[in-house]
């Protein structure tokens, strides 16, 4: 049984075009939910008045109409109410924005197509989105997969932002805030119970220790799920979710124009999770006695069910993935008169203890799969920011970042891989030759870089100003990969040898990269009339080169590890973009457009080259990548008790130039080394994507004093996608609708009950397709969610 095929909508869509698309989504005879419409008016903003939210995507607090950066705001108003508790639930808000994760370790965060290669993560190569906390930067996007603690809003700027923050992010970045102590006591509590023995709480707490001196704030949040799929091996349900975070904060106002904020952050999380089930067998260019079938034959071996949306999975090896996630940081701030200096000083830690099966079946074929890691980083940033408003508005800043990753791989073969991994023949011939075979690979990785960054914005006139933007970056990373390969049959011959060398094998290889680059960009932006603003940019960035951690090809004879190929280029980015921010009908209306153009030479990926020694895929540079395509944001409320939002967004993202690129799945075991997938499209990147709601409000004092019912609706709809790093005719995933609803009742005095139905039409869709090791034809698949409901009673003094 395949995924929902693509729908009604989605097929009118391609069918007829954007325009048409665009038009489906602001109808309003589809309900939908928005407590917060990004870049809209909310029901309540951040800073408790009606009409203006304010962001810091200019490292100042502005109002997100008059920034000319494509920038959408979801406050945590619209995460509670949407149950948008971490960045995997964040998309279905945000069209623009991809989220890719086998597990957290392997989890990628892209905007418009574009910021980290598709596929198993590679320690040495950094994220294209950069992800921000209260100000500090997280290397690993492992932390998107937690749960957010005690949010305040989530600011999603899309294209390069190297300009403005401490870390270079060539295609945007999330920028998380969360909600700060105060001299007022106040407290949040919230509770939520559903199927799946879903339970999930909730709670904050601000006030004062020293009169309006100093102030603190604890937050915790704690989820737990039962599993969505069950395994038929263990007899257990798997992909559960156990997620527990804490978070303080400690504010100290040391004189009028100096405070000081102490961040500290917890969070774990050690699910039985990540488990993919069968989805489909296709034809590979394998002989015949090496497809799945023949060897699923001659194994005995009949899969749990091939209709994957009876929801079981028969994995025989552990499933684990426990990771802990903490760090502290320190923000000041020093007002100087016409100035204010910021310094953000923060350390940070990842663990990772993971344990996966890779062949995705009951067999002994990979018994052991882990890369269990330990990360740490320390960075400095400190910023020069201009007070109000001036004929010329600046920001400049010295930004500092130093990391370590320590990595630990092991694999290990079983009986049966001889047959699945080698084939009947070459298994009867020498059985047992790689029963046992183990690698353990040892990864270390050092990371530094330093940067000088500064945005001028002229105001030419109150009309008209021009903003410049310049970064200057150095970037020095050491790495080594040694993998030490033990095990399987011994004494063998050498033709043995180069079998078993087939299957894992010995290397060991240093590698350093340096390099200083300089980049910029520019923006125009015009307001003819109040509530208008039109703005242009062109942008010159780049996304940091780095080390290939994951084994290399070797030389003619087999052993000789290419070192030259340990390095990876830098990417290079053009990009263009102009866009059109407008409020309408006293503020009660909102259209917002951007369109953007994005070239990259050298786009970081896994490519194949044929002239060098033995052939493998490995992490290098694809001469030409584009993303293209248009946003619209449209929000409205005609009355004060209904609201309505649309997101739309269009990406044309390709490669122009990919002459080495792996086989996809369909093509891939036999004589066939690489393809040419120039004008192939990229992975994970819908070309339509729509989100969209809205919330209609019956105001009633039933209960003591002034309340309202409310019936909210949310949705989101997502063309087909590719889910292979090489654009292939069978590894493709249907588009789909997921419609959330949710109806309560709150009061002025903080109380709220709501019942809520999350995917209500038990939409049947896959996250992710993956192509299993071998070449024989399997293909599995991570489901998404099904049909879950719940209530959730929230509490606030």
Do not use: C
């Amino acid at each position: 049984m395949q995924a929902t095929p693509t729908v009604g909508p989605i097929a009118w869509a391609n069918s007829y075009g954007p325009w048409l698309a665009i038009m489906l989504a602001t109808t309003p005879a589809i309900p939908a939910n928005a407590a917060e419409p990004s870049n809209a008016q909310p029901a309540v903003t951040i800073d408790g008045s009606e009409g203006e939210i304010l962001v810091t995507a200019q490292r100042r607090a502005e109002n997100v109409q008059d920034v000319p950066i494509a920038v959408s705001v979801v406050g945590g108003q619209q995460i509670e109410a949407t149950g948008a508790f971490n960045i995997s639930r964040l998309v279905q808000l945000q069209p623009s924005v991809q989220f890719i994760s086998s597990n957290p370790r392997n989890s990628a965060i892209n905007i418009r197509g574009l910021g980290a290669p598709f596929g198993l993560t590679n320690d040495g190569i950094e994220q294209g989105v950069g992800l921000y906390i209260d100000q500090v930067y997280y290397s690993r996007i492992a932390a998107s997969t937690l749960d957010f603690v005690d949010v305040e809003q989530v600011e999603v700027l899309r294209g390069p932002q190297g300009t403005l923050y401490g870390k270079n992010t060539s295609a945007g970045a999330i920028n998380i805030t969360t909600r700060k102590p105060g001299f007022d006591l106040e407290g949040r509590g919230e509770l939520s119970y559903g199927n799946l023995d879903f339970i999930q709480a909730k709670g904050s707490i601000s006030g004062p220790i020293v009169p309006d001196k100093l102030a603190a704030r604890t937050s915790v949040s704690f989820t737990k799920r039962g599993g969505t799929l069950f395994n038929t091996v263990t007899g257990r349900y798997v992909n559960q979710t156990d997620n527990l975070g804490l978070r303080g904060q400690l504010f100290w106002q040391a004189i009028d124009n100096l405070d000081l904020t102490l961040y500290g952050d917890y969070s774990w999380q050690d699910p039985e999770a990540f488990a993919q089930n069968y989805v489909k067998v296709v034809p590979t260019a394998r002989a015949a006695n090496r497809q799945f079938a023949n060897l699923a034959r001659l194994s005995n071996y009949t899969p749990s069910s091939t209709d994957p949306f009876d929801r079981l999975v028969d994995n025989d090896s552990p499933l684990r993935a426990k990771q802990i996630l903490a760090g502290v940081s320190l923000l000041a701030n020093w007002d100087i008169g016409p100035a204010t200096v910021t310094s953000i000083t923060a350390w940070r830690k990842w663990d990772w203890l993971p344990s996966n099966d890779r062949d995705f079946t009951p067999l002994p074929v990979t018994t052991i799969s882990a890369n269990p890691s330990q990360q740490r980083q320390w960075s400095q940033e400190l910023r020069l920011a201009s007070n109000g408003s001036n004929r010329l508005d600046y920001t400049v800043g010295l930004f500092y970042f130093h990391q370590t990753i320590n990595t630990q791989g092991v694999q290990q073969q079983g009986e049966a891989a001889g047959l699945w991994l080698l084939g009947p023949t070459v298994d009867a011939a020498n059985p047992g030759l790689i029963n046992g075979l183990r690698s353990d690979n040892a990864i270390r990785y050092t990371n530094d870089s330093a940067a000088f960054y500064g945005k001028l914005t002229w105001n030419i006139s109150d009309l008209l100003s021009l903003a410049p933007g310049i970064r200057v970056n150095y970037d020095k990373k050491d790495g080594s990969y040694i993998s030490t390969v033990s095990g399987g049959q011994s004494p063998v011959t050498p033709a043995q040898q180069l079998i078993k060398n087939g299957v894992l094998q010995n290397q060991n290889y240093q590698a350093t990269f340096r390099d200083w680059n300089v980049s910029g960009d520019i923006t125009l932006s015009w307001r003819p009339v109040d509530d208008v603003l039109a703005y242009a940019t062109y942008a010159r960035s780049f996304k940091s080169g780095g080390i290939n951690l994951s084994g290399i090809p070797t030389r003619a004879d087999g052993v000789t590890p290419a070192v030259e190929l340990a390095t990876v280029d830098p990417e290079k980015v053009d990009h263009y973009e102009i866009g059109l921010k407008t409020q309408l009908l006293d503020k009660s209306a909102t259209i917002n457009f951007s369109a953007f153009r994005t070239d990259i030479t050298d786009y970081q990926a896994t490519v194949v080259d044929g002239t060098i020694g033995v052939i493998r895929g490995y992490l290098a540079n694809v001469p030409k990548v584009r993303s293209q395509g248009f946003e619209l944001v449209l929000a409205l409320r005609p009355i004060d008790i209904f609201n309505v939002y649309a997101n739309f967004a269009y990406t044309d993202a390709k490669y122009l130039d990919f002459p080495g690129a792996p086989p996809p799945i369909e093509r891939a075991g036999g004589a066939l080394q690489f393809v040419d997938a120039s004008g192939g499209r990229l992975p994970a990147v819908s070309k339509y994507a729509i989100s969209y709601g809205a919330e209609y409000r019956i105001p009633s004092s039933i209960f003591s004093g002034d309340g309202e019912f409310y019936l909210g609706v949310d949705g989101s709809l997502r063309s087909d996608f590719s889910s292979s790093p090489t654009p292939s005719s069978v590894q493709n995933i249907a588009g789909y609708v997921l419609t959330n609803i949710r109806a309560g009742y709150r009061t002025e005095g903080g109380w709220e009950v709501f019942s809520w139905l999350r995917n209500a039409f038990d939409t049947e869709y896959f996250d992710l397709l993956t192509a299993a090791p071998g070449s024989t034809g399997l293909i599995v698949g991570q489901l998404g969610d099904p049909r879950t409901f719940g209530v959730t009673v929230k509490a606030r003094f």
